[in-house]
Every structure is written in structure tokens, then in C-alpha cells.
T-cell receptor
């Protein structure tokens, strides 16, 4: 079984500052994948970034980077130079071994960017 | 085409109605998913289809009936729903055994009255 924990229900950040959203996970699978999704109030789930368990480098996608610490089982999302459009719900999610296609989500963090 | 298209975007139905939600993708993905999301909660997996066969049913009540008629289409048939079934229903797709990309649709907001 997989478990994702997001301990920050809500965060307020000043525009242009960097923000870190926390995510820890638990799994017995040797191979797994970690994802971050953004969900605006419109409801769509927007893929941000992916980290495979065997990837040695931390994933980066534009202003998004994933701080992957495998021994600590953490996969924090870092957003640099936050923008007003970053205000949304952010979900950390996990996939187990290949063959297990289930994606399990954390409870989410509501991020609000203050002008 | 890198999209998952869900129709309708909004649906209001009575408890005695029968309706269907539709999901379509043309990315060649052979795994498709239905998730249910209540307000202020994370998405919860309902069903997984892999190569058009049902591979996971997360103990979903029989008033929800999934169907995968071909590799591009996924339906969710609804019958005799309850008001507590009101939620955002999200469809997603991915490649099988290469799980680094799950693409979600925009969802159907369902209200049961």
C-alpha cells in the first residue's frame, strides 16, 4: 500500500517569493513514481513535474523543481518566483511498481499568492 | 493531440435518472481511469481499465457502471444515484507500464438532486 502525506493544508506567500510545498510518502515498492499536480478552482488537474524513484537528479520543469530525498521519503515541490496565477490547490501523488497503475493522492495544499 | 476530453462539463440529475459520463483520448494510452473528487478532498480512484479490460474496481457501488468500448473511449454509466454522489468526476489516461505521465480531463461536475 502507498501513502502520501501533505502536512500543509494552506499556505500564503508573497508574490515573487519562492515557496516549498511538503510531501512525504511511504511505500514498500522498490520502483515508484512521484508527481505534483496543480488544481485551479476550475477543477482540471494540471501535471507539473515527475520524479522516478531511480532518477538520480532532481526533476526540474521551468519554475518548478522537485527536491527528492529518497532516504527521508520526501518529495517537496519548490516553486521559484511565485506568480498570482500559481494560486491553486497542489496535490502530491504516487504510483507504485509498474503493473500497478493506481495513482494515490495526498490531501493537498491550498496555495494563495499575495500581491 | 495531448488532451483528455470529458463530456458533459456539468450534469444535474435526479435520483431516478440514468445518465452517462464520457471520456475520450487520442494519445494512444491503453490505461484509463475514473476518479471521484468531493469538495476540498483529493481525488479517489474508482476504476482502472488496462487494454480495455477492467483491472481495478475500488469497491464502487453498482449504481456506477464503467465501460471501455475501445482504446480511446471510457464511459461511466450512472443509475439511481444518491445526493452524496454529487462530486467532480475526473477521467485520466496513461501508458501502461510506463507510468510517468497521467493526463487528466477537466472533469464533469455532477449534482444529484
Amino acid at each position: 500500500a502507498q501513502k502520501i502525506t501533505q502536512t500543509q493544508p494552506g499556505m500564503f506567500v508573497q508574490e515573487k517569493e519562492a515557496v516549498t510545498l511538503d510531501c512525504t510518502y511511504d511505500t514498500s515498492d522498490q520502483s515508484y513514481g512521484l508527481f505534483w499536480y496543480k488544481q485551479p478552482s476550475s477543477g482540471e488537474m494540471i501535471f507539473l513535474i515527475y520524479q522516478g524513484s531511480y532518477d538520480e537528479q532532481n526533476a526540474t520543469e521551468g519554475r518548478y523543481s522537485l527536491n527528492f530525498q529518497k532516504a527521508r521519503k520526501s518529495a517537496n515541490l519548490v516553486i521559484s518566483a511565485s506568480q498570482l496565477g500559481d494560486s491553486a490547490m497542489y496535490f502530491c501523488a504516487m504510483r507504485g511498481n509498474f503493473g500497478n497503475e493506481k495513482l494515490t493522492f495526498g490531501t493537498g495544499t491550498r496555495l494563495t499568492i499575495i500581491p | 493531440d495531448t488532451e483528455v476530453t470529458q463530456t458533459p462539463k456539468h450534469l444535474v440529475m435526479g435520483m431516478t435518472n440514468k445518465k452517462s459520463l464520457k471520456c475520450e483520448q487520442h494519445m494512444g494510452h491503453r490505461a484509463m481511469y475514473w476518479y471521484k473528487q468531493k469538495a476540498k478532498k483529493p481525488p479517489e480512484l474508482m476504476f482502472v481499465y488496462s487494454y480495455e479490460k477492467l483491472s481495478i474496481n475500488e469497491s464502487v457501488p453498482s449504481r456506477f457502471s464503467p465501460e471501455c468500448p475501445n482504446s480511446s473511449l471510457l464511459n461511466l454509466h450512472l443509475h439511481a444515484l444518491q445526493p452524496e454522489d454529487s462530486a467532480l468526476y475526473l477521467c485520466a489516461s496513461s501508458q501502461v507500464n510506463r507510468g510517468n505521465g497521467y493526463t487528466f480531463g477537466s472533469g464533469t461536475r455532477l449534482t444529484v438532486v
